[in-house]
C-alpha cells in the first residue's frame, strides 16, 4: 500500500449525482496532495452510470460486479482494490467539503485509530444529519441510532469517541480493515453491517472517530417506498440486527438479549407481525454463518490479543465527555 487516500464509491443507479460529487471528491483530494485515486464499484446499475464514467471521467477507476450483491459485497471490492493506505468509503449521495480531510489525517497519527467520519448536513442547508454515534440500549438490546454532539463545539476539536462509522463517509485504515477481515458479507444487501464492522473494530483494540470540523452534504432521497418495498426494508433490518447481537453478546448479555427476543417473538405473534416472523425465520436459517463470524472474531482476537466487550465500549465512549453537556438527536 502507497501512503495516501483511495475514494471508494459503490454505486447502483447513481449516475444523475456524479456531476456533483465527483468534481467534489477531486476538489477535496487536491487540497491534501496526496497521492490519490477514486474507486466507483458498479452494482449492476441499469442506469448509464458506466458509460458515462468512462465518458466523462476516465482517470476514475471502474470495478463492476457481475451481479447485484448490495452494499458490504461492493465495499469489500473496493477497498481491497484500493492503492492507498487510508480509504474513505463513501457514498454516491455526499459530497466533500474542500477542506474535507485537513483534519481528518491527523487521526492517523494515533496507533489505534481504525478510522473516522465527518460531519454529514444537508445538501442545500447546514442541518446536521449525522453526528458522533453514543452507544444506547434496551436492555441488552444495542439500539442502532442516536447521534450526539458536545454544545461547546470548541470541545470537541480532538475529536469524539464514534459507536460506528458511518458507510456514508467512513476513512479507515486499510491495513486495519484487512487486519479484522472487513465487512461482513452475512448482512448484505445493506444495513448494520457499518455499526458490526465498527463494533468489531473497538472489541479488537482500535478506536472510531468524529470530527466536527470535516464537513459533508447528504442529498435525502425523496422517492417513494411502495408497502412491498419497505416491508422488505424492514425484513432485512431486523434479520441483521439479530445478526449483530448474535455475533457480538456473550455470556449473561446473550441470556438476557434471547429472553428478550422470545419476548419480543411472542407479542409479533400475537399482532400478526408477519414481517418480524420472516426475518427471525431468515435469521434462524443463518445460525451456521453466524457461528463462523462468532468463531472468526475469536481467532482475530486471539491473534491480536485483545477482545472488549460491547458494554465495555461503551463505557469508554461514555466516559469521554461524561462531564461535558451534550446535544442528542
Known amino acids: ?155 470537541m476539536d480532538g475529536g469524539l469517541y464514534s459507536m460506528y462509522l458511518s458507510g456514508a463517509n467512513a476513512l479507515i485504515d486499510k491495513e486495519k480493515f484487512i487486519a479484522i477481515g472487513g465487512f461482513n458479507e452475512l448482512f448484505s444487501p445493506f444495513y448494520v453491517e457499518d455499526y458490526e464492522l465498527s463494533i468489531r473494530a473497538w472489541r479488537l483494540g482500535y478506536k ?9 452534504r447528504h442529498k435525502v432521497s425523496v422517492s417513494i417506498k411502495s408497502s412491498s418495498r419497505k416491508k422488505t426494508i424492514d425484513l432485512i433490518y431486523n434479520r441483521n440486527k439479530m445478526f449483530l447481537h448474535a455475533i457480538h453478546l456473550s455470556g449473561a448479555e446473550k441470556a438476557v438479549w434471547i429472553l428478550q427476543l422470545l419476548l419480543e417473538t411472542l407479542f409479533k405473534i400475537i399482532t400478526l407481525n408477519i414481517t418480524y416472523l420472516r426475518s427471525l425465520k431468515a435469521f434462524c436459517s443463518s445460525l451456521q454463518k453466524v457461528s463462523e463470524s462468532r468463531k472468526q472474531l475469536e481467532a482475530t482476537a486471539k491473534k491480536i490479543n485483545c477482545k472488549k466487550s460491547v458494554r465495555e465500549i461503551a463505557h469508554l465512549i461514555v466516559e469521554q465527555t461524561a462531564n461535558e453537556e451534550k446535544v442528542f438527536f
Open 208 to 216: 472510531c472517530y468524529f470530527d466536527y470540523q470535516s464537513i459533508c
Open 1 to 155: 500500500m502507497v501512503k495516501g487516500i483511495s475514494v471508494v464509491i459503490p454505486n447502483f443507479n447513481g449516475v444523475h449525482l456524479f456531476k456533483d460529487v465527483l468534481p467534489a471528491v477531486e476538489i477535496a483530494l487536491h487540497t491534501v496532495a496526496l497521492p490519490s485515486e477514486i474507486i466507483v464499484v458498479d452494482d449492476c446499475s441499469t442506469d448509464e452510470s458506466v458509460a458515462f464514467l468512462k465518458t466523462n471521467y476516465p482517470s476514475v477507476i471502474i470495478l463492476q460486479n457481475a451481479i447485484n450483491s448490495g452494499f458490504s459485497v461492493t465495499a469489500n471490492k473496493g477497498i481491497y482494490a484500493a492503492r492507498h493506505n487510508t480509504v474513505l468509503l463513501l457514498n454516491s449521495d455526499v459530497k466533500l467539503s474542500p477542506g474535507y480531510f485537513l483534519q481528518q489525517l491527523h487521526y492517523f497519527e494515533r496507533e489505534d485509530t481504525f478510522g473516522v467520519m465527518g460531519r454529514i448536513t444537508g445538501w442545500d442547508d447546514d442541518k446536521i444529519q449525522d453526528g458522533a454515534k453514543y452507544p444506547r440500549f434496551e436492555g441488552a438490546k444495542i439500539k442502532t441510532s442516536g447521534n450526539y454532539l458536545l454544545k461547546d463545539t470548541t470541545l
